[in-house]
């Protein structure tokens, strides 16, 4: 798939069909996410891989809507150091980007992903075997798609292009 088609096709997946993925695929959306950019080169995450299914139920526990995660062929946790300070804003904006390379890496694989908060730290951190000293920022679930395939989303359900970009000025 080419990057715009990624890009297009990416949606959030909450049904997938069970198969398991190829070690293979994981390690390229995890590479995606280690590159990501990251403020002063920070880099302020690991990556914690489940494919467990009792671990997977048990970590679909830390949100209400993380249930789809309990589902997911394989889930990525996000893991960042507690940040006492300004730097958690810098951390949260570069753990976005990881999500979303992570999110068209898959895309570009025909994975389907989403995303789900972290509510229940104290859940997490016995799910995951979080040290006290860091804290599960996100969840990605991914699997294949139940329902439909990715495919270019020719009409987005999303504001209007003129209502949303400004040149120049508002």
Same mark, same amino acid.
């Given at each position: 798939?080419?990057?715009?088609?990624? $890009?297009?096709? &990416?949606?959030?997946?909450?049904?997938?069909?069970?198969?398991?993925?190829?070690?293979?695929?994981?390690?390229? $959306?995890? !590479?995606?996410?280690? &590159?990501?950019?990251?403020?002063?080169?920070?880099?302020?995450?690991?990556?914690?891989?489940?494919?467990? &299914?009792?671990?997977?139920?048990?970590?679909?526990?830390?949100?209400?809507?993380?249930?789809?995660?309990?589902?997911?062929?394989?889930?990525?946790? %996000?893991?960042?150091?507690?940040?006492?300070?300004?730097?958690?804003?810098?951390?949260?904006?570069?753990?976005?980007?990881?999500?979303?390379?992570?999110?068209?890496?898959?895309?570009?694989?025909? $994975?389907?992903?989403?995303?789900?908060?972290?509510?229940?730290? !104290?859940?997490? &951190?016995?799910?995951?075997?979080?040290?006290?000293?860091?804290?599960?920022?996100? %969840?990605?679930?991914?699997?294949?798609?139940?329902?439909?395939?990715?495919?270019? $989303?020719?009409?987005?359900?999303?504001?209007?292009?003129?209502?949303?970009?400004?040149?120049?000025?508002?």
């Amino acid at each position: 798939m080419e990057t715009w088609d990624a $890009i297009t096709s &990416r949606r959030d997946v909450r049904e997938y069909t069970g198969d398991p993925l190829r070690r293979e695929e994981l390690h390229a $959306i995890l !590479e995606a996410g280690r &590159r990501a950019p990251s403020s002063r080169n920070w880099q302020p995450w690991d990556f914690i891989v489940v494919t467990d &299914r009792e671990q997977l139920r048990r970590l679909s526990e830390v949100w209400k809507g993380a249930r789809h995660v309990a589902r997911s062929a394989t889930t990525i946790a %996000l893991v960042t150091p507690e940040h006492p300070d300004q730097s958690r804003e810098r951390a949260e904006y570069d753990l976005g980007q990881v999500s979303m390379q992570m999110m068209l890496a898959a895309a570009d694989l025909d $994975i389907g992903s989403a995303h789900s908060a972290v509510e229940d730290q !104290e859940r997490a &951190r016995e799910v995951l075997g979080l040290p006290d000293d860091c804290r599960c920022a996100y %969840l990605i679930p991914l699997g294949r798609p139940a329902d439909r395939p990715l495919m270019p $989303i020719e009409q987005p359900d999303r504001r209007e292009f003129d209502r949303v970009v400004h040149w120049e000025r508002w």
